[in-house]
Nanobody
Framework: QVQLVESGGGLVQPGGSLRLSCAGS????????IGWFRQAPGKEREEVAC???????YIGDSVKRRFVISRDNAKSTVYLQMNGLKPDDTAVYSC?????????????????WGQGTQVTVSS
């Protein structure tokens, strides 16, 4: 069955970095685009980034110039490198599968999601 498993979350100080991983199984990951969303308590779900099948990257406005998305198809894994982290980045980060990044900011475009990984930015 299709599975997406996030890892790499944790507690980090403001200004620090984390790299999240999204490992896919049960399907050919290179045939799909993968996106990241985040949700903090009391806040709306927010699109973070998407990477297309051929590696094209789309980054949300609130994290542009700080976050980088990449993929390693040989490892069936997508990465989200997060730099310059701020307390406002605190959220549960989840990765999802979609066909393309055409409307990557629309949650409904994704058919499978991982369970999420918690990122906490605090001193």
């Amino acid at each position: 069955q299709v599975q997406l498993v996030e890892s790499g979350g944790g507690l980090v100080q403001p200004g620090g970095s984390l790299r999240l991983s999204c490992a896919g199984s049960g399907f050919t990951m290179e045939d799909y685009a993968i996106g990241w969303f985040r949700q903090a308590p009391g806040k709306e779900r927010e699109e973070v980034a998407c990477i297309s099948k051929n590696g094209g990257a789309y980054i949300g406005d609130s994290v542009k110039r700080r976050f980088v998305i990449s993929r390693d198809n040989a490892k069936s894994t997508v990465y989200l490198q997060m730099n310059g982290l701020k307390p406002d980045d605190t959220a549960v980060y989840s990765c999802g599968r979609t066909g393309t990044c055409w409307e990557w900011y629309e949650y409904e475009e994704y058919d499978y999601w991982g369970q999420g990984t918690q990122v906490t930015v605090s001193s």
